[in-house]
């Protein structure tokens, strides 16, 4: 393990947390903002933003002897600081990362599956500031746009500092494709700032990988090495979790090895100024959410319906104020989310459905029947919230 940057053996030397972040696992701590705090902002304040944890949060005992080994198949490994990756042209890019199982709790009503339970906020939107992956690899003799390195690799691994059970006490580990790694459009980050700040320990201080547009499984925190390589990471997380298989297989019939491991994601949409416990007095209602895409697909449409489906009306989309939202527009973040916003005029006890379309006319299935998989991972049908009204409040309680 990295001597300047340790986990610790235990849980308690924790950061301190938000109190209003809804628990769904105290050790390893996993947690996420609630509905209203995260769709009040469309950058997600830190203490909002999803904390996303396997182990004890690793402790930084002396930041001038941290270093990232790059090696593998390359010809010049080398060992670069804090310093050294700040030296390099600086981007900010503001981005989306969800974790694969948001919604979670919502696909084990239908069927039990297995993980962390998340209800509709395992997710946050950054500005993340650091170097781009394609300008680190450039120090070590890879040029922009390279799918196969002289030496054969064909992947970039990350690995982390955190140790994993699910990795027999090893390191947390991720990949790539070099091609992409190398790619300057995809902005892929060496990153050091979150919002404008140092990253905090939750986060992934002193550096983490960021990349745009994947579950959030793959930006790996705490980076302690990247590895060219010529398969793809043979950790865990890649080729035994994060998968996703049809509903038709289960835990008595699965073969990793038949799927490849998840890299984008598909159109989401989820409400956030309503829970389904809210009983509301009839009238006007404001529904807000977000929706996003992965890949740097933008989103087209926002639709709600008030009759299941039969009929459909769209919702403003937004992103930064007084700028309007074009998805794919040079004035748009191609890597974050959209928040809309709607009236409803709601008369009596009434479901609220929301979908979303992408640029690419990728639309959200209805049902999560037809998604279902045994680790719950990209829950992304029409998202429902069930509404009481105030005169048929006797019938609610």
């Excluded at 994993?164 to 990153?191: F, M, Q, R, W």
């Excluded at 080729?239 to 073969?255: G, L």
């Amino acid at each position: 393990m990295h001597a300047a940057l340790r986990g610790p053996s235990d849980y308690s030397q924790e950061p301190a947390r938000h109190p209003s972040l809804r628990i769904n696992a105290k050790e390893p701590f996993n947690a996420e903002a609630t509905r209203r705090d995260l769709a009040a902002s469309y950058i997600t304040p830190v203490d909002f933003f999803l904390k996303r944890n396997h182990g004890p949060i690793p402790i930084v005992h002396d930041i001038n002897s941290y270093y990232v080994t790059i090696s593998g198949m390359i010809d010049r490994p080398r060992k670069l600081s804090l310093d050294d990756i700040k030296k390099l042209p600086k981007y900010n890019v503001t981005a989306t990362l969800q974790c694969a199982g948001n919604r979670r709790t919502e696909m084990s009503k239908t069927r039990k599956v297995r993980g962390v339970g998340w209800d509709v906020c395992a997710l946050g939107n950054a500005t993340w500031g650091g170097a781009k992956l394609s300008d680190v690899l450039r120090l070590i003799g890879l040029p922009y746009h390279t799918e196969i390195s002289p030496s054969g690799g064909k992947h970039v691994e990350f690995t982390s500092v955190d140790q994993c059970p699910e990795e027999k006490g090893g390191p947390y580990k991720a990949s790539i494709p070099l091609g992409h790694a190398t790619n300057p459009a995809a902005d892929v980050l060496v990153a050091y700032e979150m919002n404008g700040e140092v990253l905090k320990r939750d986060h992934g201080y002193p550096l983490r990988v960021v990349v745009p547009g994947v579950i959030g499984a793959r930006s790996v925190k705490w980076l302690d090495r990247i590895d060219i390589i010529e398969e793809e990471c043979q950790g865990f997380f890649m080729q035994k979790d994060y998968k996703m298989f049809p509903p038709s297989v289960d835990w008595d019939n699965i073969e990793w090895s038949a799927r490849t491991p998840q890299m984008d994601y598909p159109v989401q949409s989820a409400i956030c100024s309503l829970e389904d416990t809210n009983v509301i007095v009839p009238g006007e209602v404001n529904v807000t959410g977000y929706a996003l895409s992965g890949g740097g697909r933008g989103i087209e449409r926002v639709e709600l319906s008030t009759n299941g489906g039969k009929s459909w009306f769209g919702a403003i989309r937004y992103q930064k104020d007084g700028v309007p939202y074009i998805a794919g527009d040079i004035t748009s973040d191609k890597w974050a989310w959209v928040l809309f916003k709607a009236v409803v005029d709601v008369k009596g006890d009434t479901e609220i459905v929301v979908k979303a379309v992408d640029s690419s006319a990728n639309v959200q299935p209805e049902s999560v029947e037809s998604i279902w998989n045994l680790r719950g991972i990209l829950n992304t049908c029409w998202h429902r919230v069930r509404l009481s009204t105030m005169h048929n409040l006797r019938s609610f309680l």
